[in-house]
């Protein structure tokens, strides 16, 4: 069974940072690619970055380019999101996601991680 | 880039069908057999029914289906059931290994 666990989240202040895990487990995590997805408060969901499969193209939303950083560790199997420069805007829940039946499905889903970011 | 464009409700009463639409550009949608729809109940984490605008996963029942023509994309559920009713994302590729999603529907089982 596919698992993905995020974990990580919290309140920050404006211009502040914070590092989320994604834990996977249930499928072959060093020959997927992944995904951030968040949703802000009663909103709609909003792709954030992708991440090829051995860490080595990147890909992120215009909204978080040059703040936000997606990595991963195949040898952990485990997802990263490190977030800078933190605005009130970022403030959402966010999940990770992986791509198998294609490369742009986000095929399964973790339960999510709450980031808050208020002064 | 704005979200893709979808209806904020729909309606419908147990066993019909309703069609989403999900409208964007030949940039997007247009532009690529890469739309993938989403199922989110309340509190619950996105489901994904339908990718590369027809497929559907194993497991998601053949009531669901996906089209498109053009720049505009749609879901559609035949013999809607209670259970059903749930928040629905269409999301496309707009190169540049990016993605964009619509602005999401709530589907009410009347």
């Known amino acids: 069974e596919v698992q993905l666990v995020e974990s990580g989240g919290g309140l920050v202040q404006p211009g502040g940072s914070l590092r989320l895990s994604c834990a996977a487990s249930?499928?072959?995590?060093?020959?997927?690619?992944m995904h951030w997805v968040r949703q802000a408060p009663g909103k709609g969901l909003v792709w954030v970055s992708r991440?090829?499969?051995?860490?080595?193209?990147?890909h992120y939303a215009d909204s978080v380019k040059g703040r936000f950083t997606i990595s991963r560790d195949n040898a952990k199997n485990t997802l990263y999101l490190e977030m800078s420069s933190l605005r009130v805007e970022d403030t959402a829940v966010y999940y990770c996601?992986?791509?198998?039946?294609?490369?742009?499905?986000?095929?399964?889903w973790g339960q999510g991680t709450l980031v808050t970011v208020s002064s | 880039q704005s979200a893709l464009t979808q209806p904020r409700s729909v309606s419908g009463s147990p066993g019909q069908s309703v069609t989403i639409s999900c409208t964007g550009t030949?940039?997007?949608?247009?532009?690529?057999?890469?739309v993938s729809w989403y199922q989110q109940h309340p509190g619950k984490a996105p489901k994904l029914i339908i990718y590369?605008?027809?497929k559907r996963p194993s497991g998601v029942p053949d009531l669901f289906s996906g089209s498109k023509s053009g720049n505009t994309a749609s879901l559609t559920i035949s013999g809607l059931q209670a259970e059903d009713e749930a928040d629905y994302y269409c999301?496309?590729?707009?190169?540049?290994?990016?993605?964009?999603f619509g602005g999401g529907t709530k589907l009410t089982v009347l």
């Open positions: 996601a992986n791509s198998i039946r294609s490369l742009v499905s986000l095929d399964h």
């Open positions: 249930g499928f072959i995590f060093s020959s997927s690619w």
């Open positions: 991440i090829k499969s051995d860490g080595s193209a990147t």
């Open positions: 030949s940039s997007d949608v247009g532009g690529y057999n890469y």
């Open positions: 590369d605008v027809s």
């Open positions: 999301c496309s590729y707009v190169g540049s290994y990016t993605l964009l």
